[in-house]
């Protein structure tokens, strides 16, 4: 049974187009409650079959996201290694999946979901972006604002669903979001303005979601693990009857509350990264 | 659309004061050259080519003609100062202007894309300008 808060993801990056989501994908922290989940990227020479298998063996994630250059069959990773194909991808049974490559929401997405995925996300046509500088790779959220817009909604859709919502909920907001950015590249008097309208209307009219729009991939948004700040509430608590305790006087309490929080929320930083071996 | 020329004044104002970023796309050939809806709206306003304008305005987006299509295609992409990463299912390409007129001229299947997605803007367009 697949696992809630748990995924694996694809971030090959070989050439311009898979650059970008590789530098996008950075900026996850941003847009997810990463701190509640268990992320397993595999990026660049990682990027290939058998690493993808062996670590939806070993992690069973809800949750399965990549980018990679596609086929209505195939989708593919590092320097086009092929890791799912039509009747190739029993693997994904169980999870949430969402492709950010070109035409496999013709058929591979289909089967994908047939195959015993709760719900796919992906796109029925070639996928399309916009950037300022021809042949360089740069980061699409701080560097290259012609391809903000795409990678925003991209990893925001990704937020969404890690948020706790349902696939359908994400799904609905990921293309409002590519409505706003529309709007406002419409309003603009930049003169390359109008190719990023066009490339976002192509890529919101070819976005697909098939499956259980009801289907979810997290528990909820809560930081680690699931417990909240309930830990940091409790050690101020004590903290603070401790500080009192020794001092007799509200400011010692309030330290003495300071200090344990700061202490606990630390020390499970600290026990995460090393649990998660990072 | 617009079915008078007072209406259409109107819708094309409104279209240019709110959406300068699709103002100076290239939407129609009248009198003979390629003409985008800012250039519509001053030719209306002199009363020139009223309606050979009127009826472009009404098919907008409405199955042009191939020939037509590739014109307006490849005039509309020679703007294009950065480039479009295509995702396509041969690899990605990255299309400056140079490249799209060319892909288009040689009917590949980036130009198929390209021109598409141009006739797709053009829907766009039209849904907004009404």
Redesign the interface.
Known sequence: MPRLNVAVYTAPNF????C?FWKAVKHLPEYAPVDAWEIHGLEANEAVREAVLHHLKEFDPAFFFGCG????DVFTGQF?DRIFWTCNCRELAGRVVYLL???TAQRLGRDIVEKGAKAYIGYF???????????RCRDPITEDK?ARAFFDTTLKLIGYLMSGKTVGEAFRMYIDDINKW?DY???????????I???L??DR?AARLYGDPTARVSSGALPFGGYGYAPEILSAILGASVGYAMTRSPMGAAKGATIAALTMFVLRKILKRLGSGA | MARSLEDAITKLERFVRERPALADVPVAIVGGRLVTLRDMLEMLRRGEHVEEILSALMRLGIDPSEDELKELAKEYYKGMRGALVVLTSEGCKVVTAEDAVREIEEGTEVGRVLMEMYLSMLRTMRMLLN
């Open positions: 050439e311009v187009a898979t970008y250059h596609g086929n209505p086009y490559s070109c035409l046509r070639e996928y399309v972006f916009y950037i300022e500088v021809p042949a012609y529309i590249w419409s309003r603009q008097s930049d003169p390359d303005a109008k190719y309208v066009s490339a209307t192509w009219d």
